[in-house]
């Protein structure tokens, strides 16, 4: 087989950046666009990031998910309050036997989208990655950038290490990104979301950065507490998450460069949230299974009545 083709769905903080890097590795990537369309066709991308910047003076630039070429891999990387647009995006983007893979955070999106193509293998990423989109085709990459791969498979039955699993990685690899390959992809989302259920919920209800939320002991213990809802989460759907996975995320925060998390930011710029992703599947997951994660549970409902108030500041 030939060079896979790339679709980014989704040209921000993460699609632009990992789409980029794809591309200058040598691979032929199409980048999907909204407000950014014009300056990226005219411009191309810049990627200003902490492993050195570099500019695509041309990539492949559409504002119409028609125009764009099937391709092997479709990478969705818009924020999954847009998901609803999947259904009119995917079906004309990814080939027949080609690869969505999903790298949005939260959990239960692969299953939703087993529901749109057909024909279509699906895998979800767990992005490490701090990044955030500056100015239009102007991608600021702060820190890390490794991502957890795994393959989705009905209910999600965990499906162990597969050929394209591998394959996909060698270009992420071939491209300057470090790639870890997961057996099971729903642990690997619990996981992602033991970081992303405190951090991102807290940073808004308490108008806080990583490092404040850490270097207070009240707001530490929570975040703990928190931690340990997720692992009853997954416990709830046949996951185990051990004990010193928390501490280590724990660590993690207090060594990372204080960081005002993505949900903070869409907060701050009164752009909708990604509560029911990251909140919302997962206590529906857990609720089905009959466990009760109370202090998510609370942080959801603060969460869906600052979501609302945006929305109706959007629409006044
Ligand atoms: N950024 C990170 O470091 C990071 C790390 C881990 C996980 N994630 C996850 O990755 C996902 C993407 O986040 P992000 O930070 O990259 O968000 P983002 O910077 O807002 O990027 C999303 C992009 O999708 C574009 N878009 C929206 N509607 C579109 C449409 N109809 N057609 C074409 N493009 C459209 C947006 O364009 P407009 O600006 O024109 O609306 C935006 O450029 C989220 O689930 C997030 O939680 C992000
Ligand atoms: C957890 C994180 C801050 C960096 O690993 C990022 O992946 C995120 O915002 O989801």
């Not at 027949?96 to 024909?119: C, R």
Request: net charge neutral.
């Amino acid at each position: 087989m030939g060079k896979r083709t790339y679709a980014i769905i989704g040209t921000g903080a993460l699609g632009g950046f990992y789409g980029a890097k794809l591309q200058k590795a040598g691979n032929n990537v199409h980048f999907l666009l909204k407000s950014d369309y014009l300056q990226v066709k005219q411009h191309g991308l810049l990627i200003e990031s902490k492993d050195g910047d570099f500019i695509l003076p041309q990539v492949n630039a559409y504002n119409d998910a028609e125009k764009m070429p099937r391709c092997d891999v479709v990478v969705v990387a818009l924020k999954t309050t847009q998901n609803h647009l999947l259904p009119q995006i995917l079906p004309s983007v990814v080939k027949h036997d080609g690869v969505v893979l999903v790298l949005q955070n939260g959990i239960g999106i692969e299953a939703e989208i087993s529901q749109i193509v057909s024909n279509t293998y699906i895998l979800g990423g767990l992005c490490f990655l701090c990044s955030n989109k500056v100015s239009p085709g102007h991608i600021h990459h702060l820190d890390y950038g490794q991502i957890a791969l795994g393959e989705y498979a009905s209910n999600y039955l965990p499906t162990g290490i597969t050929d394209r699993m591998r394959e996909i990685a060698g270009d992420f690899q071939n491209a300057g990104i470090s790639i870890e390959l997961a057996e099971d992809l729903l642990l690997g989302r619990w996981k992602k979301l033991v970081w992303n259920i405190p951090y991102n919920g807290l940073s808004v209800i308490l108008n806080a950065t990583t490092d404040e939320l850490m270097a207070d002991i009240h707001t530490c213990q929570l975040v703990k507490q928190l931690m340990f809802e997720v692992a009853a989460g997954a416990k709830s759907t046949g996951r185990i998450i051990p004990d010193s996975f928390i501490q280590t995320m724990l660590d993690y925060t207090v060594k990372m460069t204080p960081y005002r998390t993505s949900m903070k930011i869409d907060f701050d710029e009164c752009r909708p949230l990604e509560v029911e992703a990251i909140f919302g599947n997962s206590l529906n997951k857990a609720e089905s299974a009959g466990v009760n994660l109370p202090q998510i549970r609370c942080l959801y409902q603060q969460l869906q009545f600052l979501n609302a108030r945006i929305q109706n500041s959007v629409l006044t």
